[in-house]
């Protein structure tokens, strides 16, 4: 189209926007075509032209600024075969919340894959999706640059280049591997950066903590975030530091909650120390001494007692009172030592029983073994299976079938797989989602047997992840990579 | 596999169906069927009287199904014709470990209501197998008088529809003189209750296809801005001139014929000589399912050529009321097909039938090398000086990626001219896309909007539609 013609065209345009003839309007070489027909046919044959030049004569005119995001970087481990993303979409599709779909996510990266970009992203926020993931966080957030490859050591010269998820992961891999250096990098980094990235930044300290960090840790009582001087003292609580120093008079937060502890003796040979919780006389009560256990520290409240940390959990009379004892697993699994934990872990696993759950608040804190032994305690006695699902951090694809065949799990799942209560059905299918994550391929492919032979339907949507877990070798073929 | 022919029978829902299911069961009919033994599922892909085949799927531990098909008996034919075939022939059913997507889908969705197979329906007994079997005695020989008479009477019917939508194209004439006299402001703003009003004078007169295609002017304007509408205002009625003119002068013309008043039976496509047949390996591309203002539901699936060398698709199109309810996917983005293809006769042959489903193929997953596509929009050029009123046309686009403007509208823009075209994406783009350089593109193009299909990237290939 020449100039003439756009003119024109424009003219025209805005002539029939408010209506009226544009034969006048017309480029001379258009009003030729449309000839000396009528009004109304000459106006509809330049209409037919000029629709034409308006789809082929004219582009469309690109913005002056159009925005590209950075190419969404590739990850270490090999996209999932294309033949198993049927699979894998059912069992995300049936993974009820994010929650859940990470367990699916977690699932196929322990067997060495990652998953397709359109399949599933993690979420800016994610914390809990694999660490293999963190280039598609960091750029899920948007932070411009070029990303180091995460093969480089994070030091301080190149701290800025490296973006937040994969700084977190480089540095909580460093805590592990050279804690010292770890910590005066963020020693010398954290200092300006803002309090949100600072609490961060502080909370991998909780990888590899050992007493050299105290000094650091004591430090940070003077920091500006208040977040911060509370986390500090939670670390520093756990390396048995004391951090608050009560008068002991009635505005003590120790002196306060220890107010709602009674202390007694039990035993007619052996006189033993116990713990019980005070009962409460109202739901303010009740308000407060939740307040009080979630910033207080158990190395202190200890000490008011006179007791050390393994003592003093020792001697709780865990049963007596619910909500007190789920407030104690949360103060041992915040600010608890080492060796608290275990020793809680330890004695109520060997008990059995309902307290045995508590264990599940200290999952973040124990090692894989004592993670496992707690999750084949709950599968055997088949009492809370549903407190899997409130488990944290445990890894996938490691059940056996052994462990199955050891206890109530066979027997539970047949009688249920029958019933009719909705209830009791969606019990049932949290559960096979659950034996979806944590069994190995064999293990799952074996359990989709028994489960069907019992007579669940084969095709059934709850048996998604165990069907995806069995199609997923836990040595990827060369075909597969 | 626990069919019986006397579970089949007592499940059909009258003997009509059982008679029809009869003529299904030819392994002809059926490009695919599949079964997952230990899901108790079997599956199947019918070729019925649509351009896109049918999806069966058949629970064969309580005879659950599901068909894609839009009757409302239940069961359908396809149905009792997969569960025919797998109490006579279970041997042709292909044993496959992972259930296809739209079988997963189904499984998502439904819900168990007993674990149970149903046992006979009422009037079970009313129905026979063996009747379904007969011959069909209805059909009786004419005399070539009768033969004679009803090709007057369709000559006359043939004559009287001319006339009608010579009328009809008279009034949209005249209603298109109006529309510029009141100015296209108006017809913007007032188009939904406009366009109504001569489409249903147009299907009174005949012109159906053409009502149609009017009826969906609106929602076709208020898809764009406000600023770009009076254009696409200009384009879509001059459009609608220029075919009225083609039509005119051309009444027979079998695509012109389409566009306006009726669309030609499967069967006369299949029997016509001059219409193209192309045997090749396709690839679907993606599908469309679109609720349409008169009540049909289009079904539009996008089919790629693999084994030509310039860009070449085919459309497989079908309409169904829309009180037929959802309907499902008719084939999974991505499949390959190798197939024989019968195009609607016209000047750009899109639209088909699959004549023949030959087999899967399976291997590769990129698009052959369509060598350098400098103007992306070339394609659509050619098209329109062949048929100006077309509204779509489908694009290979050239390496690119998408980016956001101010307002945060997608913009498709070639990868090597970062200055040159962009063109604006309909609807909203997965935000993931952003990050994604795409190696090619296949997409629609309406003169304002792309819509994308499908492309290739070094995540493999991306499903759009």
């Given at each position: 189209m020449n100039e003439l013609e756009q003119t024109g065209l424009a003219a025209m345009r805005d002539c029939w926007i408010t209506g009226g003839p544009t034969f006048d309007l017309a480029p001379a070489a258009w009003k030729e075509i449309a000839g000396t027909a009528g009004p109304d046919e000459r106006e509809r044959r330049l209409l037919a032209i000029a629709a034409q030049a308006l789809d082929i004569g004219l582009?469309?005119?690109?913005?002056?600024?159009?925005?590209?995001?950075?190419?969404?970087?590739?990850?270490?481990?090999?996209?999932?075969?294309?033949?198993?993303?049927?699979?894998?979409?059912?069992?995300?599709?049936?993974?009820?919340?994010?929650?859940?779909?990470?367990?699916?996510?977690?699932?196929?990266?322990?067997?060495?894959?990652?998953?397709?970009?359109?399949?599933?992203?993690?979420?800016?926020?994610?914390?809990?999706?694999?660490?293999?993931?963190?280039?598609?966080?960091?750029?899920?957030?948007?932070?411009?640059?070029?990303?180091?490859?995460?093969?480089?050591?994070?030091?301080?010269?190149?701290?800025?280049?490296?973006?937040?998820?994969?700084?977190?992961?480089?540095?909580?891999?460093?805590?592990?591997?050279?804690?010292?250096?770890?910590?005066?990098?963020?020693?010398?980094?954290?200092?300006?950066?803002?309090?949100?990235?600072?609490?961060?930044?502080?909370?991998?300290?909780?990888?590899?903590?050992?007493?050299?960090?105290?000094?650091?840790?004591?430090?940070?009582?003077?920091?500006?975030?208040?977040?911060?001087?509370?986390?500090?003292?939670?670390?520093?609580?756990?390396?048995?530091?004391?951090?608050?120093?009560?008068?002991?008079?009635?505005?003590?937060?120790?002196?306060?909650?220890?107010?709602?502890?009674?202390?007694?003796?039990?035993?007619?040979?052996?006189?033993?120390?116990?713990?019980?919780?005070?009962?409460?006389?109202?739901?303010?009560?009740?308000?407060?001494?939740?307040?009080?256990?979630?910033?207080?520290?158990?190395?202190?409240?200890?000490?008011?007692?006179?007791?050390?940390?393994?003592?003093?959990?020792?001697?709780?009379?865990?049963?007596?009172?619910?909500?007190?004892?789920?407030?104690?697993?949360?103060?041992?699994?915040?600010?608890?030592?080492?060796?608290?934990?275990?020793?809680?872990?330890?004695?109520?696993?060997?008990?059995?029983?309902?307290?045995?759950?508590?264990?599940?608040?200290?999952?973040?804190?124990?090692?894989?073994?004592?993670?496992?032994?707690?999750?084949?305690?709950?599968?055997?006695?088949?009492?809370?299976?549903?407190?899997?699902?409130?488990?944290?951090?445990?890894?996938?694809?490691?059940?056996?079938?052994?462990?199955?065949?050891?206890?109530?799990?066979?027997?539970?799942?047949?009688?249920?797989?029958?019933?009719?209560?909705?209830?009791?059905?969606?019990?049932l299918d949290d559960i096979l989602e659950t034996m979806g994550f944590l069994t190995t391929t064999a293990a799952a492919a074996r359990l989709i047997d028994e489960v069907v032979a019992a007579g669940m339907p084969p095709a059934a949507p709850s048996l998604a992840l165990l069907r995806l877990n069995a199609a997923l070798a836990e040595h990827p073929s060369a075909t597969d990579t | 596999m626990e069919f019986d022919l006397k579970t089949i029978e007592a499940l059909a829902p009258d003997q009509a169906s059982l008679s029809a299911a009869s003529k299904l069961t030819k392994r002809s009919n059926w490009p695919r069927l599949e079964k997952n033994e230990q899901q108790a599922l079997i599956w199947g892909e019918c070729q019925g009287s649509g351009s896109n085949p049918y999806r069966v799927v058949v629970d064969t531990g309580d005879h659950g199904y599901k068909c894609t098909c839009p009757s409302r008996k239940f069961p359908c034919k396809h149905t009792l014709a997969l569960m025919w075939i797998a109490a006579t022939a279970p041997a042709s059913f292909a044993p496959i470990e992972a259930t296809p997507e739209w079988v997963n889908d189904w499984l998502g969705r439904r819900r168990k209501t007993t674990s149970q197979p149903a046992g006979p329906a009422p009037g079970a007994a009313a129905k026979s197998i063996d009747d379904a079997l007969q011959p069909d005695e209805a059909a009786v020989v004419e005399d070539a008088a009768a033969v004679e008479r009803r090709e007057v009477a369709q000559r006359k019917r043939a004559q009287e529809t001319r006339s009608a939508v010579s009328a009809a194209l008279d009034e949209l004439d005249q209603w298109i003189a109006d529309q510029l006299r009141l100015g296209l402001s108006g017809f913007v703003d007032a188009s939904s209750e406009r366009c109504r009003r001569i489409a249903a004078r147009l299907v009174d007169l005949k012109a159906t296809a053409l009502a149609g295609r009017i009826d969906e002017i609106p929602s076709r304007l208020m898809a764009l801005r406000s600023e770009e509408r009076p254009d696409a205002a200009i384009r879509e009625l001059g459009k609608l001139v220029l075919l009225a003119k083609a039509w005119r002068s051309e009444p027979d013309d079998p695509e012109l014929k389409r566009l306006v008043s009726t669309s030609e039976t499967r069967e006369q496509i299949l029997a016509n000589p001059d219409a193209r047949q192309v045997e090749s390996h396709w690839e679907v591309l993606g599908e469309k399912i679109e609720t349409r203002r008169d009540g049909l539901v289009s079904h539009s699936t996008w089919l790629l050529d693999l084994n030509s060398v310039t860009p070449k698709f085919a459309l497989l199109l079908d309409y169904f009321p829309a009180s037929a309810g959802r309907r499902s996917n008719a084939f999974a983005p991505g499949d390959r097909f190798n197939a024989r293809l019968v195009f609607y006769p016209s000047r750009a042959p899109l639209r088909a039938l699959v004549a023949e489903r030959i087999g899967d193929v399976t291997s590769g997953a990129a698009w052959p090398d369509f060598g350098a596509l400098k103007d992306p929009l070339a394609a659509r050029a050619s098209q329109q000086d062949g048929a100006p009123w077309l509204t779509d046309n489908p694009l290979i686009l050239p390496p690119g990626a998408i980016s956001l403007d101010d307002r945060g509208t997608a913009w498709w823009q070639a990868a090597d001219d970062p200055h040159g075209i962009a063109l604006p994406i309909a609807g909203a783009v997965d935000q993931t896309l952003l990050g994604i350089d795409l190696g090619a593109a296949a997409a629609l193009w309406n003169g304002a909007r792309l819509d994308l299909l499908a492309a290739q990237s070094r995540f493999g290939r991306l499903d759009l539609s």
């Open positions: 582009r469309p005119a690109a913005p002056k600024v159009l925005k590209r995001r950075p190419a969404l970087p590739a990850l270490a481990l090999p996209m999932l075969p294309e033949r198993l993303r049927p699979l894998l979409r059912a069992a995300l599709k049936q993974a009820a919340d994010a929650r859940r779909k990470v367990r699916v996510v977690t699932l196929v990266a322990s067997r060495g894959f990652v998953l397709h970009p359109m399949d599933w992203m993690p979420a800016v926020s994610d914390q809990n999706s694999p660490d293999v993931y963190a280039p598609w966080i960091d750029w899920q957030a948007g932070v411009e640059g070029q990303a180091h490859a995460p093969r480089e050591n994070l030091t301080a010269e190149n701290w800025d280049d490296f973006y937040p998820a994969a700084r977190r992961i480089a540095l909580a891999d460093m805590r592990r591997i050279e804690p010292a250096a770890a910590r005066m990098l963020i020693e010398t980094k954290g200092s300006s950066e803002p309090a949100e990235v600072r609490l961060a930044l502080i909370e991998l300290m909780r990888f590899g903590l050992a007493l050299e960090d105290a000094p650091f840790l004591k430090g940070l009582s003077t920091d500006r975030s208040g977040k911060v001087r509370e986390l500090a003292g939670r670390l520093l609580a756990r390396l048995g530091e004391h951090g608050q120093h009560g008068d002991g008079g009635a505005d003590d937060p120790i002196a306060e909650l220890a107010a709602f502890i009674a202390e007694g003796k039990s035993g007619f040979i052996r006189r033993r120390t116990t713990y019980t919780p005070a009962k409460l006389k109202s739901p303010a009560q009740e308000q407060r001494r939740a307040q009080l256990f979630e910033t207080c520290n158990l190395v202190d409240l200890a000490a008011r007692f006179g007791a050390t940390e393994p003592e003093f959990i020792g001697a709780w009379q865990f049963g007596a009172d619910n909500n007190a004892d789920i407030l104690i697993a949360r103060m041992v699994a915040a600010s608890g030592s080492d060796a608290a934990v275990t020793h809680m872990a330890d004695t109520l696993v060997a008990d059995g029983g309902k307290p045995a759950l508590f264990v599940l608040h200290l999952m973040p804190r124990l090692d894989s073994h004592r993670k496992r032994v707690l999750v084949r305690l709950i599968l055997k006695d088949w009492k809370y299976p549903g407190a899997l699902n409130l488990a944290e951090g445990i890894e996938a694809s490691w059940l056996e079938w052994d462990d199955l065949t050891n206890g109530q799990v066979l027997p539970a799942l047949r009688s249920v797989i029958g019933a009719t209560d909705d209830a009791m059905r969606r019990g | -």
